[in-house]
């Protein structure tokens, strides 16, 4: 059954007459006739008698326009809702490393949830490699990394890579007589120094920054959570690299102290990733387009 014949069925029990309806509709009296006929049909009775020129409906057509109109209504809300922006819906599947997400993200996410509560979120949270495999491997939509990749692979994995924010990262300790100078990184090659785990954005960008000083580079500890090494720097004056805007409240309170080091760029780059070639997914365009206009504080 279509929407179209429910919808002159539903104006035929209205005009009771088939001239009218079939001027509504811009349609032949024939069309009407037939449409009619092929429900009553399709139902097994009789929806319309004559009388004169109008057609009177009979209860069973009186009783189907009672469920019919409430479909027809639910089909044109239905298509007005896919085109209105407060409740869009849908499911998008995202990745994101660990910095980005507690320190950026989630409150992003919980912003676009608040807006289009409809959509579904499917998140996870990995470091660059694995959000890389991920988005190869068709587990999820989008990511975002803290590791520029070689153009040449993403050529041939067909990715889509964007900037989309800096961040500043500074090798801090609880020890403040650290604070008290500026150091070449190899004065401090004697330091408890606590490291992310092998793949980690952060720990790539450092080590590539203090160049061939990451060949006599000691790592102490490797952990792959940043609020664990944080306690750690904290609790026994050991000393890693943090994004700054992860321990601005203890630089502050000053329970943890920058430490200077020279000739080295802490800045880094934030990028957004995605398959070239993906199903459209109305859902997805709107988070980035949320995720690119954010200000963040």
């Known amino acids: 059954m279509k929407i179209k014949d429910m919808e002159i069925f539903l104006d035929l029990l209205n005009t009771k007459s088939p001239t009218y309806t079939a001027s509504n509709f811009g349609v032949t009296q024939s069309s009407i006739s037939i449409i009619i006929k092929n429900i009553e049909h399709s139902l097994g009775g009789v929806l319309f008698?004559?009388?004169g020129k109008k057609l009177l409906p009979t209860p069973k057509a009186l009783f189907l326009g009672k469920i019919w109109i409430r479909l027809v209504q639910e089909y044109h809300k239905s298509l007005k809702d896919l085109h209105n922006e407060n409740i869009l819906l849908g499911d998008i599947k995202i990745a994101a490393t660990q910095s980005i997400v507690e320190h950026f993200l989630g409150t992003i996410l919980f912003e676009f949830k608040s807006a289009f509560p409809q959509i579904k979120i499917h998140f996870?949270?990995?470091n660059s490699k694995e959000c890389l495999n991920l988005l190869k491997?068709?587990?999820?939509?989008?990511?975002?990394?803290?590791?520029?990749?070689n153009p040449t692979l993403l050529e041939y994995e067909d990715l889509d890579m964007q900037f989309w924010k800096k961040d500043e990262l500074i090798v801090a300790s609880s020890d403040k007589k650290l604070s008290k100078k500026e150091f070449f990184i190899d004065e401090l090659l004697?330091?408890?120094?606590?490291l992310r785990e092998m793949?980690?954005?952060?720990r790539d960008k450092f080590l590539n920054e203090i160049g061939s000083t990451a060949k006599k580079l000691k790592i102490f500890l490797e952990i792959d959570r940043m609020t664990a090494i944080k306690e750690i720097v904290l609790q026994k004056g050991a000393i890693s690299v943090f994004s700054k805007k992860s321990i601005e409240?203890?630089?502050e309170s000053k329970i943890l102290y920058e430490v200077k080091i020279k000739n080295i760029n802490f800045e880094r780059k934030f990028y957004t990733l995605k398959r070239k070639n993906y199903n459209f997914n109305r859902a997805l365009e709107k988070f980035e387009f949320f995720l690119k206009n954010y200000k963040i504080q």
């Open 190 to 194: 004697d330091e408890k120094w606590i």
């Open 124 to 126: 996870q949270t990995e």
């Open 49 to 51: 008698e004559r009388l």
């Open 199 to 202: 793949g980690s954005g952060l």
């Open 137 to 149: 491997n068709g587990h999820i939509e989008f990511a975002l990394i803290e590791t520029e990749l």
């Open 249 to 251: 409240r203890e630089l």
